[in-house]
């Protein structure tokens, strides 16, 4: 029984370092992507500082449609695509090539949302000193939503901590596919429970630092 | 005088979902070098899209605006941005950078302008100094009042030296007394700099205190223009009387009118008041020439551009041949207007 234990807490250490691995490795990943997605959308639309009618419609249209779909169903739905890119569908790379293609959509709309919220005054100052519209992007617009923005960031964290223990359903390894062998499969209620403490602590502390971050970077 | 800013019949017209919205209307006007110039109107009379065509935030529809002696239509993406660094604007919302403390807000047009990190510091320095705002370079905007905020976003607009600065509703977010030093920094920064101002406002009392000249707006066009003076003396329009009722309270309104007709049984007339004496003359004249008394009975004198300016209502009483005889006098030397009973 002694041995088992050592063995179960051994197994949850790699999952919780794989499932670390694969949040980090997609929040970083499709955290640029959905800045800079979210950004086109913003600077894009009619009345921005990128006013392009076409990608303006084409990126809409695009995030319109891989954002609704359930994420269990993508995972299967780009298969072949993920095989393409990672050269497998199974285990924790796949997953994460599959965690950043939703997650770069969602990120882009918050990212999006945020921007919406500043104060348009700002940037046409910006714009009266004659200031370009990459500098005013860099410069302006994301150091002045920059609090917003950081929730919106540590929201979607969560979201990708629920994704990478959905992956574990096929196969992506991590707290997921822990909780679903150890757990579930063997009816250990104990392992479940653990798994469940572990990821709760998980988005206790991405929320946290959020909070302080944002709070910082508001100044309030 | 060179003119630093030229409007020839410009015209800009928004296109809408439906039809289209005439924000300018074929506006021509001239901006000298060094005056302070006031746009007043209600807010849709387009004096905001016409300030906004002079640092080409919008472009003219038709028509061509000149500045510095170009047409703004010809410049490139490039020379437009060093037009900017030319011309200064503050906000009725200041629209400082929130995420920037004060000084960093005043430093971003000298980032922008390419200077070196030293000049960069004694510059914001001098300019928090000159705007009197010094011991706060390093707060934030969100721990600033409203007239602090306004200093800094004038500080920033000079940040680059432009010879022209736009004001948009710049006091309009300001109580009374905060607006007032805000308009004294700006007369500081026409009279020791040099900059040319151009003031857009819906507040008759800012273009009083501090306007050159004045153009007069309304549904898109310049109805009236001129030197503040004459134009507050002899008002042509409608629009302008309006707004000159909002800050010459000499003028009896109706209610007062029949306040005055039911107290002072004799003839009423309303005078204005000038700096060439004529109404001083009048008054005199009516005793001496005509036998007849004269009472004030409303009005005010004020100065207007260190001239005299004001209104009179007056009662004259005396035998009705005398009466009527100054009554002719009155109006033979002067625009008088009778109060009708």
């Not at chain 2, 001496?288 to 005010?300: E, R």
Request: with cysteine; aromatic share 6%.
């Amino acid at each position: 029984m002694k041995l088992e234990f050592d063995r179960l807490i051994a197994l949850l250490v790699t999952a919780l370092g794989q499932t670390l691995y694969m949040v980090a490795a997609t929040v970083v990943i499709a955290g640029l992507l959905g800045l800079v997605v979210g950004i086109l959308l913003f600077t894009t639309r009619r009345g921005g500082i990128l006013h392009n009618v076409w990608v303006y419609t084409v990126l809409n249209i695009v995030v319109n449609i891989v954002r609704p779909i359930p994420f269990i169903i993508l995972v299967f739905a780009i298969g072949p695509v993920t095989r393409a890119v990672v050269g497998t569908t199974l285990g924790v790379n796949a997953a994460v090539f599959v965690m950043c293609v939703a997650a770069t959509f969602g990120i882009s709309r918050i990212v999006e949302q945020n921007l919406v919220a500043t104060d348009p005054g700002v940037i046409e100052a910006a714009k009266a000193m004659g200031a370009g519209p990459l500098r005013i992007i860099w410069s302006v617009l994301i150091p002045e939503a920059l609090g917003p923005l950081i929730l919106g960031y540590t929201f979607v964290m969560v979201a990708i901590v629920d994704m990478s223990a959905m992956v574990g359903a096929i196969g992506g390894g991590g707290l997921g596919s822990f909780a679903l062998e150890y757990g579930y499969q063997r009816y250990d209620w104990t392992v479940t429970f653990v798994t469940v403490v572990v990821i709760i602590a998980i988005v206790q502390l991405a929320q946290l630092l959020g909070n302080a971050l944002s709070r910082k970077a508001l100044r309030r | 005088m060179t003119a630093v800013i030229n409007f020839d019949q410009v015209t800009k017209v928004f296109p809408q979902k439906r039809g289209a919205h005439v924000a300018l209307d074929g506006v021509s006007l001239e901006i000298q070098q060094g005056e302070i110039f006031g746009i007043i109107g209600y807010s849709g009379a387009g004096k905001s899209t016409l300030v906004r065509l002079i640092n080409r935030l919008e472009s003219a529809t038709t028509g061509t605006v000149s500045v510095f002696g170009r047409p703004v239509r010809e410049l490139s993406g490039r020379e437009t941005r060093a037009l900017r660094s030319r011309i200064g604007m503050i906000f009725q919302q200041f629209n400082l950078f929130e995420s920037r403390s004060v000084s960093s807000n005043v430093e971003y047009p000298l980032i922008l302008a390419g200077w070196d990190k030293k000049r960069r510091r004694e510059r914001v320095a001098e300019l928090l100094d000159f705007v009197g705002i010094a011991e706060k370079s390093r707060a934030y905007p969100s721990e600033l009042s409203g007239g602090q905020k306004q200093r800094v976003g004038i500080a920033r607009a000079l940040a680059t030296k432009p010879e022209i600065l736009l004001a948009d509703e710049a006091t309009s977010a300001l109580d009374p007394e905060t607006t007032s030093d805000v308009l004294r920094l700006l007369e500081r920064v026409n009279d020791e700099l040099g900059v040319t101002i151009v003031v857009i406002t819906h507040e008759m009392h800012v273009v009083r205190s501090i306007a050159d000249r004045v153009a007069v707006m309304d549904a898109g066009k310049i109805v009236e223009s001129g030197m503040v003076y004459d134009v507050f003396s002899s008002p042509k329009t409608e629009t302008t009387r309006r707004f000159l009722s909002t800050v010459l309270t000499d003028i009896p309104s109706d209610d007062v009118l029949e306040v005055l007709k039911t107290r002072y049984p004799g003839r009423l007339f309303i005078l204005p008041v000038r700096d060439n004496g004529e109404t001083s003359g009048l008054l005199s004249a009516a005793a001496k020439q005509f036998g007849v008394a004269v009472a004030v009975v409303f009005g005010g004198i004020t100065e207007l551009q260190g001239r005299p300016f004001g209104t009179l209502t007056i009662e004259v009483t005396g035998k009705t041949a005398d009466v009527e005889a100054f009554a002719d006098h009155l109006n033979v030397v002067a625009t008088v207007e009778e109060v009708v009973r």
